[in-house]
Antibody, heavy 119, light 109 residues
Framework: QVQLQQSGPGLVKPSQTLSLTCGISGDSVSSNGAAWDWIRQSPSRGLEWLGRTYYRSRWYNEYAVSVEGRITITPDTSKNQFSLQLNSVTPEDTALYHC?????????WGQGILVTVSS | QSALTQPASVSGSPGQSITISCTGTSSDVGAYKFVSWYQHYPGKAPKVMIYDVSIRPSGVSNRFSGSKSGNTASLTISGLQAEDEADYYCVSYTGSRYVFGTGTKVTVL
């Protein structure tokens, strides 16, 4: 049973960078059968897929159009985790951020971490 | 990429069947078999109920079923129970991204 745990600051100032990490237990970030995704939820937007990283002989990243250019998802094989960086945040980026294991569908989710963008 | 369209709310009495629609385009729902459905209770992590249009993961009640016709996918809950009251989201693969539906609140009357 895979378990995912998000960590990072709960408060970020506008224009700064949001940085979160998702620790994985029960699977490997380098698994050839899985991808590792970030999703967020807010009252105004509902659930929104942000992007994912996965390994298939080399690393791939795919990002949502809505955040492309501001987002980077990076795997860390030494710590078996992956991270999210979202640049130039605004209050609209305030949300509950989840990481998830992707097997062609979002099979396991972390509980989520609330990030507020405010000065 | 626009969100998939779901009805904002659907309601039914215990024991009844309800169906939630998820309308996309020929570039997402209509193009791929990779449509999934998630049940979400506020404050908890979403749970997959259906994947690949109609496959139920182990442990999910057989009261939940999925289908697709053209650009519209559907989730049917039969024998509605009080515990089914939650938000439901569809997700479709688009070839290089995922797109979520707008979400449907299911109310058990």
């Amino acid at each position: 049973q895979v378990q995912l745990q998000q960590s990072g600051p709960g408060l970020v100032k506008p224009s700064q960078t949001l940085s979160l990490t998702c620790g994985i237990s029960g699977d490997s970030v380098s698994s050839n059968g899985a991808a590792w995704d970030w999703i967020r939820q807010s009252p105004s937007r509902g659930l929104e897929w942000l992007g994912r990283t996965y390994y298939r002989s080399r690393w791939y990243n795919e990002y949502a159009v809505s955040v492309e250019g501001r987002i980077t998802i990076t795997p860390d094989t030494s710590k078996n985790q992956f991270s999210l960086q979202l640049n130039s945040v605004t209050p609209e980026d305030t949300a509950l951020y989840h990481c998830a294991r992707d097997l062609g569908y979002l099979e396991s989710w972390g509980q989520g971490i609330l990030v507020t963008v405010s000065s | 990429q626009s969100a998939l369209t779901q009805p904002a709310s659907v309601s039914g009495s215990p024991g009844q069947s309800i169906t939630i629609s998820c309308t996309g385009t020929s570039s997402d729902v209509g193009a791929y078999k990779f449509v999934s459905w998630y049940q979400h209770y506020p404050g908890k992590a979403p749970k997959v109920m259906i994947y690949d249009v109609s496959i139920r993961p182990s442990g999910v009640s057989n009261r939940f079923s999925g289908s697709k016709s053209g650009n519209t996918a559907s989730l049917t809950i039969s024998g509605l129970q009080a515990e089914d009251e939650a938000d439901y989201y569809c997700v479709s693969y688009t070839g290089s991204r995922y797109v979520f539906g707008t979400g449907t609140k299911v109310t058990v009357l």
